[in-house]
């Protein structure tokens, strides 16, 4: 089997993995509001078309293995997918607004990396983080 998907005229293989933390590095990931998350960044990343390899809840910030298409920017997407979960958390959930300043949920950078290269290495993180006493449901897409 062939990990290659095709557009029009393309054939492509572009996973990459994401992390990124809500503001303040607040430790927000527990009970409802964990899934939540996971159900509100699973919706958006099938409205764009955009596969969910692998997620990984850390107390404090979110390791996601991606499958992003060409005609889409990697910068682009994430704009969107923190920008529209951020406004889909505060319409969910009022009490965020006295945590967090004009609806800005996640802090403003992210760390994104082309997997292939240091595929051990992501794993090493993703072990550390199952170390979490709580845990974690999953938010995987199928496609």
């Known amino acids: 089997m062939r990990d290659e998907k095709s557009l029009a005229h393309t054939r492509w293989n572009c996973k990459y993995h994401i992390?990124?933390?809500?503001?303040?590095?607040?430790?927000?990931?527990?009970?409802?509001?964990?899934?939540?998350?996971?159900s509100i960044l699973r919706k958006l990343c099938e409205w764009k078309n955009v596969n969910i390899l692998e997620a990984?809840?850390?107390?404090?910030h979110i390791h996601m293995l991606l499958e992003i298409p060409p005609?889409?920017?990697?910068s682009g997407f994430?704009?969107?997918?923190?920008?529209?979960?951020?406004?889909?958390?505060?319409?969910?959930?009022?009490?965020?607004?006295f945590k967090y300043r004009n609806r800005e949920f996640w802090c403003r950078g992210y760390y994104v990396d082309t997997v292939g290269k240091n595929t051990a290495?992501?794993?090493?993180?993703?072990?550390?983080?199952?170390?979490?006493?709580h845990p974690t449901p999953e938010i995987r897409s199928r496609g």
């Open 121 to 133: 290495r992501i794993q090493e993180c993703n072990e550390r983080c199952n170390s979490d006493p």
């Open 71 to 74: 005609k889409m920017s990697v």
């Open 19 to 38: 992390v990124f933390a809500p503001k303040y590095r607040r430790q927000v990931f527990y009970r409802e509001k964990r899934r939540a998350i996971g």
């Open 78 to 97: 994430m704009g969107y997918l923190k920008g529209k979960s951020s406004l889909m958390l505060y319409e969910q959930f009022g009490d965020l607004k």
């Open 56 to 60: 990984e809840y850390c107390v404090d």
